[in-house]
């Protein structure tokens, strides 16, 4: 990707049109990541623009090790914790051996849940849930990393996931509820 590569050193140079074009070929990917980690899409976009300054200020420190939009997303990833934690408390949870035994069981078979609803339902966790569950999940972090970005014990992480998995399969198992019933009757 030569193109990429002129655009991160325009921008090292502090070229505005190379930030300019960072910017637009980025944005529409890192909003998402912010929307996951924000509590509405203002406050996704303020994540989304502090990012933004982040990279542009810190875009020398990239060494060209492992790809730049895992880089970038790292960052925003960053900036969304570091205002989660400044706005909101997490709740520590003392019993983790009520979800050791949880079992899932969803009938695949039975409805597709299109991944717009998947997000959305994702997106009505509480704040300490869905921040636990989309690092853990989506973004790959184990609980260890999740408690220190946090400051969290592990088993605080553990048990957040536990109970936004629970909450989640609930929000699953009514929305598939739902189509199956508004299939029946549409067929």
Not at 3 to 21: P, V, Y
Not at 45 to 66: A, C, P, S, Y
């Amino acid at each position: 990707m030569k193109d990429l590569e002129n655009i991160i050193k325009g921008c090292a140079r502090g070229d505005q049109k190379a930030q300019e074009d960072m910017y637009n070929m980025f944005s529409p990917k890192m909003f998402g990541v912010c929307l996951r980690y924000s509590a509405d899409k203002t406050e996704a976009e303020d994540n989304l623009h502090e990012g933004f300054v982040k990279v542009f200020t810190n875009i020398k420190k990239f060494r060209g090790e492992g790809s730049f939009e895992g880089w970038m997303r790292r960052i925003m990833v960053n900036v969304s914790l570091e205002k989660y934690r400044k706005q909101r408390m997490v709740y520590p949870v003392e019993d983790m051996g009520a979800y050791d035994s949880e079992v899932y069981d969803m009938d695949e078979s039975a409805v597709k849940i299109p991944e717009k609803d998947l997000l959305a339902l994702i997106q009505q966790l509480p704040p300490r849930y869905r921040m636990v569950f989309n690092m853990y999940v989506i973004e790959g972090y184990n609980h260890k990393e999740i408690s220190e970005q946090m400051d969290i014990s592990v088993g605080t992480s553990k048990s957040n996931l536990a109970r936004a998995r629970n909450i989640l399969q609930n929000k699953v198992v009514e929305l598939c509820s739902e189509l199956k019933t508004t299939r029946n009757y549409s067929a």
